[in-house]
């Protein structure tokens, strides 16, 4: 292990092409906003991490990413684990309310956990989760996972 990389995650980005209109659908969902900086960035404090909507074309100019697609699914799932099982439909439920688009709905799952999953107004897609082993402290950060 390196003392130079620490291992953690304190951002996830998301290239938006419409940030005030995916601004709104997270502030619906009550993340917390933490800095708005007009058409081209907002970001929440979600737990121990923040979740950042950058502007697409500053993005990819940042990043030097190339082409990046404009539609559909990227690839990457992003995950919002609740504390009981119980909890995975009405989250399910309040996320397709405040505007996401139902992926397909809370099941449990044959390895054990019950989850489901949705996309945001810009088909990012985001699993609404229940898992056994995991656990939180105050602020929503993992503390622990697995046995």
């Known amino acids: 292990m390196s003392a130079a990389l620490p291992p953690r995650m304190t951002f996830v980005t998301l290239g938006a092409r419409d940030v005030p209109k995916l601004r709104a659908f997270y502030e619906r969902l009550g993340f917390p906003l933490a800095i708005a900086d007009g058409d081209t960035f907002a970001s929440f404090v979600v737990g121990g991490v923040i979740l950042a909507l950058f502007q697409r074309d500053l993005l990819r100019e ?36 405040a505007g996401a688009t139902p992926i397909y709905a809370p099941r449990d799952r044959p390895y054990g956990p019950r989850s489901g999953y949705v996309a945001d107004p810009e088909g990012n897609r985001w699993e609404i989760a229940w898992a056994p082993g995991i656990a939180f402290d105050a602020r929503g950060a993992v503390t622990k996972f697995g046995d």
Do not use: H, M, R, T
């Open 62 to 97: 940042e990043a030097e990413a190339g082409d990046l697609p404009d539609a559909g699914w990227s690839g990457v799932s992003l995950a919002i684990n609740v504390d009981e099982k119980e909890q995975v439909d009405a989250a399910y439920e309040a996320a397709v309310a």
